[in-house]
C-alpha cells in the first residue's frame, strides 16, 4: 500500500525570514513614497515662493500697495525735507507724498519674509522728484506684512537680504524743465536691511539697480536635497523671476 505525499509546514526559521523580507520592503516602499512626496511637497513651496515674490512685482508695476488698517497721513517737514507720517483713522492719498514701491526683506534660516511699502517726497523746489535721492525713499510705518513660506521652505541665503521694487520716477528734459510721464515698469534694487531703508539707499540706487546677473535667492528644505533658486532679473530683464528647482541642498 502506498503512503500519501506527507504535507508539510513551514518552520519558525523560514517564517522569520519571510516576515524580515516583507519588512524590509514594505520600508523601502515607504521611504520610497515619502520621498516623492516631501519633492512634490518642496516643488509646491517654492513655486508658491516665487508666485508670491511676482505678486509683489506686479503690484508695484500696476501702482497697487496694501493700505493700513489705520491709514497714514504723509506729509514733508520742511526744515529737514524728512517725510513724516500720521495715524489718520481714514484711508487716502497726501498730496505731498508719493508711493514709490515694495521692499520684501528676508532671514536666513526662516519661513518667513516680510514686506514693506515704501513713500517718498512728491515734489522739490517746486517741480516733480526725478530721482531717488531727490524722493528720500522712507518705509511706511504700519505698513508691516509678514508672509508665510509653504511646505517647510526656509530661506537659506543671498549676498543680500532686501530687494526693492520701485516705479520709474519721471525725469527731466533739457534746459526747459519739462517732465516726461513716468513708467511703469518695475525696476529692482538689492540692499542689507536691518531696520529702516539704508542711509546710502537713495545714492546707489541708480548705480546698482537692475544689475546684469541679477540677484539669487535659494530656497531649501529639511526634508529633500533639493533647493530652488530663484533669480530676480538677470539677462537685461527688469523685475522679472525665474526659479530653478537643484537636486542638492543650498551651498
Not at 95 to 105: E, K, M
Not at 132 to 144: C, Q, Y
Request: proline residues 3%; glycine residues 12%.
Amino acid at each position: 500500500m502506498k503512503r500519501g505525499i506527507e504535507s508539510r509546514g513551514y518552520t519558525i526559521v523560514e517564517v522569520l525570514i519571510f516576515l524580515a523580507v516583507s519588512s524590509a520592503l514594505m520600508v523601502s516602499a515607504f521611504t520610497l513614497i515619502s520621498g516623492s512626496q516631501n519633492k512634490a511637497s518642496f516643488t509646491q513651496g517654492i513655486n508658491d515662493a516665487q508666485q508670491q515674490i511676482n505678486t509683489v512685482i506686479n503690484n508695484v508695476s500696476n501702482g497697487y500697495y496694501s493700505e493700513t488698517a489705520n491709514g497714514q497721513s504723509c506729509k514733508v517737514d520742511p526744515p529737514t525735507g524728512e517725510l513724516v507720517f500720521t495715524p489718520t483713522g481714514a484711508k487716502g492719498t497726501s498730496s505731498q507724498c508719493i508711493f514709490l514701491g515694495r521692499v520684501i526683506v528676508f532671514k536666513n534660516g526662516e519661513n518667513t519674509f516680510t514686506v514693506y511699502n515704501v513713500a517718498g517726497r512728491r515734489q522739490v523746489n517746486n517741480r516733480e522728484v526725478s530721482s531717488m535721492s531727490e524722493a528720500k525713499p522712507t518705509l511706511i510705518p504700519e505698513s508691516e506684512q509678514v508672509f508665510q513660506l509653504k511646505n517647510g521652505v526656509t530661506f537659506k541665503g543671498s549676498d543680500l537680504n532686501a530687494f526693492g521694487f520701485f516705479n520709474g520716477l519721471a525725469s527731466t528734459a533739457g534746459v526747459s524743465d519739462q517732465l516726461n510721464s513716468g513708467y511703469q515698469q518695475a525696476s529692482f534694487y538689492g540692499f542689507s536691511f536691518n531696520s529702516g531703508l539704508p542711509n546710502n539707499f537713495s545714492t546707489n540706487y541708480d548705480s546698482g539697480k537692475d544689475p546684469a546677473g541679477g540677484y539669487n535667492l535659494c530656497f531649501d528644505s529639511g526634508t529633500t536635497n533639493q533647493s530652488g533658486l530663484i533669480t530676480i532679473g538677470g539677462s537685461s530683464r527688469s523685475a522679472t523671476s525665474t526659479l530653478v528647482i537643484k537636486g542638492e541642498s543650498c551651498t
